[in-house]
Every structure is written in structure tokens, then in C-alpha cells.
């Protein structure tokens, strides 16, 4: 029975040292993690000085682009870069509110845009600028 007694106070003893150990650790991990974040806010400053440079633009989108006759009677006639052919589609196509109102990612045509899409009734943002690039020259 003795055994037994003391066999009941040493879990008890590893509980309390379990409990003691255990409550320590935390507090190391948060000092260590507040190290860490110290760290990498620096090293992120002088990564954000180092591409110092100006963006450029790629000089194929900027190339003026003339516009097919199919293409003219959405953008106008005049030739443009890609990227403004693009952004006047978009008006466009806010201005007539063709963008689906279930998936915004759609577009759906009208009669301008359906000639320009090769006959689709509904296209997808991603495939619009593919078919209009076959409208540019």
C-alpha cells in the first residue's frame, strides 16, 4: 500500500512540473517570434529600395494599332495601342451595360460586338482580347 501512495504522488509531482515547463515555453516563443518580425521589415525596406528604376512599357503594346472596319465602329478609325483599343471595348461595354450580372467575367454582345467576336452571342473577358487582337493591324 505504501508503493501504491507513492506511486499516486509521483504523477501528481510530474503533473505540477509538467504544468511549470509548459507555461515557461510560450513565453519563450513569444519573444522569439517578436525577434523575428523585427528582422523582416528590414530586410524588406531594402529590397523596396533596390528596383529603384522606372517601370517602362512594353514598346509592342504601345505600337499604334489600326483598327479593322468591324473594329472601327466600336473604337473609332484611328489607330491606337492595344492597351487603349482594350480600355475603350471596356467603356463601351459599361457605357451599353454588356457585362453579365450573374458572371461578371462574361460579355454579353451586341450587334457591334457580335460582328467583332465572330458571330458569339457571350464571351469571356480573357477570350475578347484574343479575338480583338484579329481585328488589329
Given at each position: 500500500m505504501a508503493t501504491a501512495k507513492k506511486a499516486a504522488k509521483k504523477p501528481a509531482a510530474k503533473k505540477g512540473a509538467a504544468k511549470k515547463p509548459a507555461a515557461k515555453k510560450p513565453a519563450a516563443k513569444k519573444s522569439a517570434a517578436k525577434k523575428a518580425p523585427a528582422k523582416k521589415p528590414a530586410a524588406k525596406k531594402a529590397a523596396a529600395k533596390k528596383p529603384a528604376a522606372k517601370r517602362k512599357p512594353n514598346a509592342a503594346f504601345m505600337k499604334p494599332m489600326t483598327p479593322s472596319a468591324v473594329l472601327a465602329?466600336?473604337?473609332?478609325?484611328?489607330?491606337?495601342p492595344?492597351?487603349?483599343?482594350t480600355k475603350k471595348i471596356w467603356d463601351y461595354i459599361k457605357k451599353n451595360k454588356l457585362q453579365d450580372a450573374i458572371n461578371r467575367r462574361l460579355i454579353?454582345?451586341?450587334?457591334?460586338?457580335?460582328?467583332?467576336?465572330?458571330?458569339?452571342?457571350?464571351v469571356s473577358m480573357f477570350e475578347m482580347t484574343k479575338l480583338v487582337s484579329n481585328?488589329?493591324?
Open positions: 465602329a466600336v473604337v473609332g478609325a484611328m489607330p491606337l492595344r492597351t487603349e483599343v454579353n454582345a451586341d450587334e457591334k460586338l457580335r460582328a467583332v467576336f465572330g458571330g458569339k452571342k457571350q481585328h488589329l493591324k
